[in-house]
C-alpha cells in the first residue's frame, strides 16, 4: 500500500500554532535587544557631543557659552544663526549633525528627523536636536569645566506626551560635562500638567544630584 506523506490540515495547523507560540516568545526578547542597541547608539551620540563640549572648553579658557533667550532648548539653528549646541557644528567641533538624532525617538513627533539633513555651510531655517541643551534659553550659561563637571549638559528631550519619553517610561540618557554618559531607568513621571519649563528646572535638579 502506498503511505500518503503529506500534513493533514490538523498537523498543518498544530505547526502554525507552535510556530505563532514561539514567535509571540521571541518578539518581546528581539524587540528588547533592538531597543537596547538604540540606546547603546543615542549614548554613543551624547558622549561625541560631550567630547565637542570639552573641545570648545579647552579653546574658550575652560568654559561654555553664554546663550541670550533666542532659541528654544532643542534648536541649532535658527533664521540665520546657529545657537545652543549648534555652536559646536558651526566651530568644527562636532563633525556632523547626526549625532543629535537619538535613534529611539518617534519619528515625525517634533524629532530630528522631521528637520533636513543639511550641510553645516548651509544650514535648514529652524534645525533641532533630539536632545534638550542645558545651554540655552533656559538656562544661560556658561558652565566651567573644572567646577561643573557633574552638571547634566544634554538629555533626551524630557517631554511628557506622546512620543517621550524615547527609550520607553521612565528610561532616558544624559550628558555630562565631564563627558559621561549615564542611563537612568524607571525615573518616576512627572505629574501631569505640567509647564515645559518646569520639566526642564525638574531635570536639570535631578540630573545635578546624581
Not at 556632523?96 to 550641510?119: I, L, M, N, R, W
Not at 536636536?129 to 538629555?155: A, H, M, W
Not at 524615547?166 to 549615564?182: E, S
Request: with cysteine; net charge neutral.
Amino acid at each position: 500500500m502506498k503511505r500518503n506523506s503529506s500534513f493533514t490540515l490538523i498537523e498543518l495547523l498544530v505547526v502554525i500554532t507552535i510556530i505563532a507560540v514561539l514567535a509571540s516568545m521571541l518578539l518581546p526578547a528581539l524587540q528588547r535587544a533592538r531597543e537596547s542597541a538604540k540606546r547603546a547608539k543615542c549614548m554613543s551620540n551624547l558622549r561625541q557631543i560631550g567630547i565637542g563640549y570639552n573641545l570648545y572648553m579647552d579653546d574658550w579658557d575652560g568654559s561654555t557659552w553664554t546663550q541670550d533667550a533666542a532659541g528654544a532648548a532643542s534648536l541649532l539653528h535658527k533664521d540665520t544663526y546657529f545657537l545652543g549646541s549648534g555652536l559646536l557644528l558651526q566651530h568644527g567641533y562636532l563633525p556632523t549633525g547626526d549625532v543629535f538624532q537619538c535613534p529611539s525617538a518617534t519619528k515625525g513627533v517634533y524629532a530630528y528627523d522631521q528637520y533636513v539633513h543639511a550641510e553645516i555651510s548651509n544650514p535648514p531655517s529652524y534645525w533641532g536636536s533630539d536632545y534638550f541643551q542645558r545651554v540655552s534659553n533656559f538656562d544661560y550659561g556658561p558652565l566651567r569645566n573644572n567646577v561643573d563637571g557633574r552638571k547634566g549638559i544634554e538629555v533626551d528631550n524630557p517631554r511628557i506626551n506622546p512620543g517621550r519619553p524615547y527609550h520607553g517610561v521612565g528610561h532616558f540618557n544624559a550628558l555630562y560635562l565631564d563627558t559621561q554618559v549615564q542611563g537612568f531607568n524607571k525615573l518616576p513621571m512627572l505629574p501631569t500638567p505640567i509647564s515645559s519649563g518646569a520639566v526642564r528646572q525638574w531635570f536639570i535638579d535631578y540630573l545635578d544630584n546624581k
